[in-house]
């Protein structure tokens, strides 16, 4: 069966090899109440569709406006049968309760690395979607630069207290990677952007390096608070 948890995820288990993040806009922030519990309802009514699905998450945008997606596959090809046999039906539920639902992109990626203290026991309070896109395919250029964003933020002079944790991920495509970061507030993180520097680091050369990479196109800064969580019983 379904079974309701507050527990965030562990983004860093092994046995992940297919995460997916996708974003709905559903416009007002009872809009997203409402889908929220709609998702709930709709999960729990049902047997757990797949040995293969670890967890499916669901999270609430600061901007009042739209909900992230966060699912733990083991493989690409069980969610395609998960799709091909289980998914519409809960859709059309969905859509049944909450009509007029957005839905904006689904990203297939892979956890390339995380940064975190195994002495952290804080539970996130803010979770920060950093999306970042290249100029193109290229699985090298993904990993080269999370690899400068890592030794940037080892090698960062004045490092924020609220951060906990950073989960990168690199799109199947080659194109974008997405960092998962879990922060004590968001308070924490809109204080880490307003200190000086651009962005949550310092006037390092380090970080010029990462904010300067050839090819990068462009990145855009979420937050979110975890809303939902779905596990098997």
């Not at 839905?103 to 952290?120: A, F």
């Not at 507030?185 to 990479?213: C, F, K, M, N, Y």
Request: proline fraction near 6%; glycine fraction near 8%; aromatic fraction near 10%.
């Amino acid at each position: 069966m379904t079974r309701r948890t507050h527990t965030h995820p562990d983004l860093a288990h092994p046995e992940i090899g297919a995460p997916f993040f996708s974003t709905w806009r559903v416009g007002t922030p009872l809009r997203q109440r409402q889908t929220v519990d709609a998702i709930a309802t709709t999960w729990q009514r049902r047997p757990w569709p797949a040995d293969s699905l670890l967890g499916y998450h669901v999270y609430t945008g600061h901007d009042a406006s739209t909900l992230l997606h966060y699912s733990q596959w083991r493989s690409e090809a069980a969610f395609e049968a998960f799709t091909k046999t289980h998914r519409q039906e809960r859709v059309d539920e969905i859509d049944t309760a909450v009509p007029g639902i957005e839905r904006l992109r689904l990203g297939r990626y892979r956890h390339y690395r995380s940064l975190s203290r195994p002495d952290d026991t804080r539970v996130p309070g803010c979770i920060v979607i950093v999306d970042i896109e290249f100029e193109g395919p290229d699985a090298d250029r993904q990993r080269a630069w999370v690899d400068a964003v890592v030794e940037a933020l080892e090698a960062e002079p004045n490092p924020n207290a609220g951060g906990i944790a950073a989960h990168f991920h690199r799109s199947t495509d080659g194109t974008r990677v997405l960092n998962y970061a879990e922060w004590e507030s968001a308070q924490a993180h809109i204080e880490a952007l307003a200190a000086p520097g651009d962005g949550i680091g310092s006037a390092t050369e380090l970080w010029h390096r990462v904010q300067t990479w050839p090819g990068l196109k462009g990145s855009t800064v979420s937050r979110y608070d975890h809303a939902l969580g779905l596990v098997p019983s």
